[in-house]
């Protein structure tokens, strides 16, 4: 089955640190840039980071640039996202994405997604 | 970065009904442009992508149009597995974003 299931999100203090992941399957991991996209409780959709297939290419939404990294094992097939200095603003929850084809930047296939919590 | 603007943030109808959401560039984007319908406690699901070509399995009562700053998704009758929030996308740059969103409600 075609799929992506996310893991690692919970309750933090503000300050501390949490690393998500992203379990994918069924299809050709390592083909496929792969993006984390946020949505906090009751808002919109917000774009966290991307990396591409090979790592060669990342990137990061301003309000999480020098705060969070992106990371990629293709030979496990699983998306990481190191999330440091955290802040109440970062409660959300966290959506693996896979792009649709090599070259875009549109997603596909999402995960269900994993909680984070910043809360004192 | 690129903003995006949606309007309206919900819109009311009827199933049956002709149903336009506009999408604004803050800059033009060409046609790099996704749809999403999410509802709720789901994940986003891909509508609409290159502004107007139909993802697989979609129905065809979606369609998007538009270029450069000003976009449209049109869902030319409304059925009750529609009732949904409509996001756009813009892909023109690395840095991707996203509209605020638009709830379609039963009226």
């Known amino acids: 089955e075609v799929q992506l299931v996310e893991s690692g999100g919970g309750l933090v203090q503000p300050g501390r640190s949490l690393r998500l992941s992203c379990a994918a399957s069924g299809f050709t991991f390592d083909d496929y840039a792969m993006h984390w996209v946020r949505q906090a409780p009751g808002k919109g959709l917000e774009w966290v980071s991307g990396i591409s297939w090979n790592s060669g290419s990342i990137g990061y939404a301003d309000s999480v640039k020098g705060r969070f990294t992106i990371s990629r094992d293709n030979a496990k097939n699983s998306l990481y996202l190191q999330m440091n200095s955290l802040r109440a603003e970062d409660t959300a929850l966290y959506y693996c994405?896979?792009?649709?084809?090599?070259?875009?930047?549109?997603?596909?296939?999402w995960g269900r997604g994993t909680l984070v919590t910043v809360s004192s | 970065d690129i903003q995006m603007t949606q309007s309206p943030s919900t819109l009311s109808a009827s199933v049956g009904d002709r149903v336009t959401i506009t999408c604004r560039a803050s800059q033009s984007i060409s046609s790099w442009l996704a749809w999403y319908q999410q509802k709720p406690g789901k994940a986003p699901k891909l509508l609409i992508y290159?502004?107007?070509s139909l993802e697989s399995g979609v129905p065809s009562r979606f369609s998007g149009s538009g270029s450069g700053t000003e976009f449209t998704l049109t869902i030319s009758s409304l059925q009750p597995d529609d009732f949904a929030t409509y996001y756009c996308?813009?892909?023109?740059?690395?840095?991707?974003?996203f509209g605020g969103g638009t709830k379609v409600e039963i009226k």
């Open positions: 996308q813009q892909y023109n740059s690395y840095f991707l974003t």
């Open positions: 994405a896979k792009v649709k084809n090599a070259d875009s930047k549109y997603f596909d296939l």
């Open positions: 290159k502004a107007s």
